[in-house]
């Protein structure tokens, strides 16, 4: 139960952000939804990801800055429900652009 409110808490935070910066720049929601969505999976794929290669990247310049070998474990890569719920966010975001500009699309 946990994972889904923060997964519909990452959507809902992400909606509103979404909704300021249309806002702020007098964009239209739909048309800037598609790379909003986009941008906010590579943003919390950068911070959430624990074994990506920014991680171990910073645990070799460590080692070289020290000279302590650290233990390296391979990690499995565990996504976070935040990095989920941008996801969720992106095709959502798809789905209700693709419904709006159907005619676009279709003829």
Same mark, same amino acid.
């Given at each position: 139960m946990?994972?889904?409110?923060? =997964?519909?808490? *990452?959507?809902? @935070?992400? /909606?509103?952000?979404?909704?300021?910066?249309?806002f702020? !720049?007098?964009w &239209?929601?739909?048309?800037?939804? @598609?790379?909003? /969505?986009? +941008?906010?999976i590579? @943003? &919390?794929?950068?911070? &959430?990801?624990?074994?990506? *290669?920014? %991680?171990?990247q =910073?645990? =070799?310049?460590?080692?070289g800055? *020290?000279?302590?070998? =650290?233990?390296? %474990?391979?990690?499995?890569?565990?996504? %976070?429900? +935040?990095?989920? /719920?941008?996801i +969720?966010y !992106?095709?959502l975001?798809l789905? &209700? *652009?693709?419904y709006?500009?159907?005619?676009?699309? @279709? %003829?």
């Amino acid at each position: 139960m946990n994972k889904f409110v923060i =997964m519909m808490l *990452t959507v809902l @935070i992400l /909606g509103i952000a979404h909704w300021l910066t249309a806002f702020v !720049f007098n964009w &239209t929601f739909v048309d800037v939804s @598609i790379p909003f /969505g986009i +941008v906010a999976i590579f @943003i &919390t794929y950068i911070f &959430t990801n624990k074994g990506n *290669t920014v %991680s171990r990247q =910073m645990d =070799m310049q460590i080692q070289g800055e *020290t000279g302590i070998r =650290m233990d390296f %474990s391979n990690r499995v890569a565990n996504q %976070s429900f +935040v990095f989920i /719920g941008s996801i +969720v966010y !992106f095709s959502l975001a798809l789905l &209700t *652009t693709f419904y709006i500009y159907k005619d676009y699309f @279709i %003829s």
